[in-house]
């Protein structure tokens, strides 16, 4: 019994390493190592095959938006009305995480100690005082509809200039974040 404990806790432990090996899976330039601006074939490549392609229906968006869900790896990739390269990269797997810790299913409290200053309301998503969605540098946001729990992270266009605008990227990744499938 002890051998097949100490074998167990070997076998752990190398799990745990391989995954911390691996490095974060939310970066400021990547989700699950894809990066917004790559063709749809690339999506693919690094993906894997997306288990469905569809239009995106709603209504605080201009129609055309299409995405390509990636349901395995909890990844979904958007592309803008008209273009052929991704415009936004959102993910809900709670396994994926920036290099403080924080993704989807942290508290925003813990967001708040990881970043401190650095995470800031964004102000697309800031109601009546309650904020809904935060940055991190120029390329994340941390969406949370509850106003406690994240439920997923955007990658987006940080050098959009219209990022700062109704209609540029982040006003786009705030809508998208809050309306994407939530950490489980």
């Not at 995954?19 to 974060?24: D, V």
């Not at 690094?46 to 395995?72: C, M, Q």
Request: net charge positive.
């Amino acid at each position: 019994m002890k051998r097949l404990l100490c074998a167990f806790c070997v076998v752990s432990a190398l799990a745990g390493s391989a995954a911390a090996a691996q490095g974060p899976q939310v970066t400021k330039l990547a989700i699950a190592g894809a990066r917004i601006h790559l063709p749809r074939s690339a999506y693919r490549h690094i993906l894997g095959k997306p288990i469905f392609k569809e239009r995106v229906l709603d209504p605080n968006l201009p129609s055309g938006w299409t995405r390509l869900i990636f349901a395995n790896r909890s990844v979904s990739v958007y592309f803008a009305p008209k273009k052929n390269r991704a415009t936004l990269i959102t993910t809900w797997n709670k396994a994926y995480r920036t290099a403080a810790g924080i993704g989807p299913c942290s508290t925003v409290s813990e967001l708040k100690v990881a970043y401190g200053t650095a995470a800031k309301p964004s102000r697309f998503n800031t109601r009546h005082g309650k904020v809904y969605a935060y940055t991190v540098g120029k390329n994340l946001l941390f969406a949370s509809n509850n106003t406690t729990t994240i439920d997923a992270v955007v990658l987006y266009d940080g050098s959009d200039p219209k990022v700062n605008r109704a209609g540029g990227s982040l006003s786009y990744a705030g809508g998208i974040g809050l309306d994407e499938r939530r950490c489980l």
